[in-house]
T-cell receptor, first 115, second 111 residues
Framework: DSGVTQTPKHLITATGQRVTLRCSPR?????VYWYQQSLDQGLQFLIQ???????AKGNILERFSAQQFPDLHSELNLSSLELGDSALYFC??????????????FGPGTRLTVL | QQQVKQSPQSLIVQKGGISIINCAYE??????FPWYQQFPGKGPALLIA?????SEKKEGRFTISFNKSAKQFSLHIMDSQPGDSATYFC??????????FGKGTSLLVTP
């Protein structure tokens, strides 16, 4: 158990809908990363937050957004869902030092199915 | 585009054999190279990592070989066991600290 929790575990929804995925980082970790895992694209970095502020953006669609709250949990919002958004979404957290890389610990993921 | 290329896509090894997975990168700004192991239904977990100032790192049965001039690195699993059957991802990290993953290798170790 990495100490990172994600809810829900599974999510089934329809095209055009909006969903929110939640992540609670390990105690003491300030950085949260979101990744998308799909069969064709593999594991891709979406976005990173550090202590409430957006720090880096990867291949995140404009229909997707995220935020990190004062208690450091994070939410990933996916809107106008398309069939191709079906994937596993992972959250990872790290201590988040700005001076050097720190190991990222991954949560168990949320499996999103868009019908 | 995929910044880290990984091969093979799948690998079948007999118990006791050596599993070898290869990765290559182009971005010379990458300065940290971890390998992750993922079991079905779980998130990736760090297995072993290396920085480019060393050519090899060994932890138990797992060894990373790193060739900076060729921009290639590989994972060797010695004495492979059925419990090693999983998907392995190489990754590279640059200044932004996000993980750039290879596409993964599905390893099956047969008894």
């Amino acid at each position: 158990d990495s100490g990172v929790t994600q809810t829900p575990k599974h999510l089934i929804t329809a095209t055009g809908q909006r969903v929110t995925l939640r992540c609670s980082p390990r105690s003491g970790d300030l950085s949260v990363y979101w990744y998308q895992q799909s069969l064709d694209q593999g594991l891709q970095f979406l976005i990173q937050y550090y202590n409430g502020e957006e720090r880096a953006k990867g291949n995140i669609l404009e229909r997707f957004s995220a935020q990190q709250f004062p208690d450091l949990h994070s939410e990933l919002n996916l809107s106008s869902l398309e069939l191709g958004d079906s994937a596993l979404y992972f959250c990872a957290s790290s201590v988040g030092s700005l001076a050097s890389y720190n190991e990222q610990f991954f949560g168990p993921g949320t499996r999103l199915t868009v019908l | 585009q995929q910044q880290v290329k990984q091969s093979p896509q799948s690998l079948i090894v007999q118990k006791g054999g050596i599993s070898i997975i290869n990765c290559a990168y182009e971005n010379t700004a990458f300065d940290y190279f971890p390998w992750y192991q993922q079991f079905p239904g779980k998130g990736p977990a760090l297995l072993i990592a290396i920085r480019p100032d060393v050519s090899e790192k060994k932890e138990g049965r797992f060894t990373i070989s790193f060739n900076k001039s060729a921009k290639q690195f590989s994972l060797h699993i010695m004495d492979s066991q059925p419990g090693d059957s999983a998907t392995y991802f190489c990754a590279a990290v640059g200044s932004g600290y996000a993980l750039n993953f290879g596409k993964g290798t599905s390893l099956l170790v047969t008894p």
